[in-house]
Each structure stands twice: as structure tokens, then as C-alpha cells.
């Protein structure tokens, strides 16, 4: 089954992230997410910046900012993020023989369906999100590990009318759920979570297989975001081995030049990270980069 989206204005854009993961701010015309302590990159992960426009946070004076610009003098590091692209051309027949069969075995055990309704999705979605924590020790988003708080943010997800919630049933219990919306040409993979006995069914590759087809047959897709490039085995894997790629994108990083100091002498691989460095292994790991456009 194909389901559909609304796109979302920047403005409820911009909430929903902030309801994700980093509190939004706004300078400007740009929504900028903290994802460190004094430290900035815009919300919107796809596209690219003038340098000479740009309206930084007031933080980023002690601590920095990067955004993505086109190539030149501009850019002094990259953005790596891993997107699936050509989505018109999708079909589960363009994955590989493997994947294809956990698509299947999947499919005979559950049924993907949207959730429309937050008190339901509050009482059947708990202890489904215990069973993913438990499992990941994932520190984003713990406290929902609490039922008020998962609640109180169910209302909020329930709150964006352009979001799409799906959850994954086997026999009339819910496995998992993912939570997708698009903004401009791009759908975001924004969440997935499943308890352990749906992993091992194969959930994940069922419900990621759905959306992708879901954006195939809305042809203003272009992409399916599903996160940043960190450079280590397993989550990165899952989506590689699936046919995303890797896309580099030239950015201009912007430090304080105390906070630069410190961290090349004292934490050179996470300044090595802020800059988008890669290494040999890698890149071997994504295949070649390329960048995608606006």
C-alpha cells in the first residue's frame, strides 16, 4: 500500500525537528538546530547557503556554525549525509537478493498501517519504544522511557498534521514505528523504532521498504534523507547495504578561534568530524561521494 504526504510549511518544519532532536532557532530566514553546546547547523539538511546571507545564532560567537555552501573559496570542510536518490526508479526488485527476501518474509508476518489515533498510538506504542530503549540504550529521547512524557510527546507528533505515522502490525499487535513527513523534494526517515521480536521478523527492512515505495509514486520526491554519515558500522550499514548513498557536501565551518585551538590540540577526532573528514576505510565503506543539489 501507498501512502502520501502533505508537505510542510518551514515553519511546522522547523517544530518537528525541534521536537526530534535539537531546539530550533531562528535567525533570520534560516531555522538553525544546537546540536552541541553553542554549536549550529541549519535545519535543512540539503541546501545550500550563500555565506554572504547568512544570520548566525548568537551562540555560535562562542562555539561555531556550519551550513552547507557550493563549491569555491567558501568551503573549508564537507557534510556527509546518506540519502536514497532516483526514488522514481524504486521497486523492491532493485534491492539484492537477500534484502528482497527479508522484504518478503516480512510482509507475510505484518501489515503496515497509519496511525491516526494518539491515545491508541500512546497505549500501544509504550512499551514498544521500552523494548527499542532497552535494546539501544539510545540516549536521545529517554525520558519517554516514562509514560507521561511519552504522551506528552505523542500529542505533539499527533499535533503536525503533515507527519506520517506508520506502525507495523502482527497479528493486531504493534511491532514498530516509523515517523516520516516531507519538505520540499525531500521525505525524512525521521524516526523508526520496534521491539526486539519484530527486528528479528524484519520490520525494519518492511517499513523502510514502504516508504520507499510510497515516494516513488509521488513524483516531487527526489530524496529520502535518512540521517547523517557517522562513519561507523551497523546503522550506516543498514541503509548502505539498502542503496542509499553517500553524499559529500562542501560547508563552510565557522569556530571560534579558541574553541579551534582547543579542539585540534586537545580532541582532534571530533575536530576531524566537524570538519567532515573521512577516512580511506570509510569512504571504501559508502562507495564514491557524490553531492546531491539543492
Known amino acids: 500500500m501507498d501512502f502520501a504526504w502533505n508537505e510542510m510549511k518551514v515553519e511546522e518544519f522547523a517544530a518537528f525537528v525541534g521536537l526530534l532532536g535539537p531546539r530550533p532557532i531562528r535567525c533570520g530566514e534560516i531555522y538553525w538546530g544546537e546540536v552541541r553546546r553553542y554549536f549550529y547547523r541549519p535545519l535543512q539538511p540539503l541546501h545550500i547557503f550563500d555565506r554572504a546571507k547568512i544570520c548566525r545564532p548568537i551562540g555560535a560567537a562562542w562555539g561555531g556554525a556550519q551550513y552547507a555552501v557550493s563549491e569555491g573559496p567558501d568551503a573549508n570542510s564537507w557534510l ?52 527499542f530503549q532497552n535494546r539501544t540504550g539510545y540516549r536521545v529521547g529517554s525520558e519517554r522511557r516514562d509514560p507521561a512524557a511519552f504522551a506528552r510527546w505523542a500529542d505533539q507528533v499527533f499535533a503536525s498534521p503533515n507527519v506520517l505515522v506508520l506502525g507495523g502490525y502482527r497479528e493486531g499487535v504493534l511491532g514498530g514505528v516509523s515517523l516520516t513527513y516531507k519538505f520540499g523534494h525531500t521525505v525524512f526517515y525521521a524516526t523508526f523504532f520496534c521491539d526486539d521480536e519484530s527486528l528479528r521478523r524484519y520490520l525494519s527492512d518492511l517499513m523502510l521498504h514502504t516508504v520507499r515505495e510510497s515516494a516513488a509514486a509521488d513524483p516531487a520526491v527526489r530524496y529520502v534523507y535518512a540521517g547523517m554519515f557517522k562513519g561507523i558500522r551497523g546503522l550506516d550499514d543498514f541503509y548502505l547495504h539498502r542503496g542509499a548513498r553517500l553524499f559529500r557536501q562542501p560547508a563552510r565551518l565557522e569556530l571560534n578561534p579558541i574553541t579551534r585551538f582547543l579542539l585540534k590540540s586537545f580532541l582532534p577526532a571530533q575536530y576531524n568530524r566537524l570538519t567532515g573528514h573521512l577516512t580511506p576505510e570509510q569512504l571504501a565503506q559508502a562507495g564514491v561521494p557524490t553531492a546531491p543539489g539543492p
Open 80 to 131: 556527509n549525509w546518506l540519502a536514497f536518490d532516483q526514488t522514481q526508479n524504486y521497486s523492491v526488485a532493485t534491492l539484492d537478493k537477500n534484502r528482497r527476501r527479508q522484504v518478503r518474509l516480512a510482509a507475510a508476518d505484518f501489515e503496515i498501517r497509519r496511525l491516526t489515533d494518539p491515545e491508541l498510538f500512546k497505549r500501544e506504542a509504550h512499551p514498544v519504544y521500552l523494548s
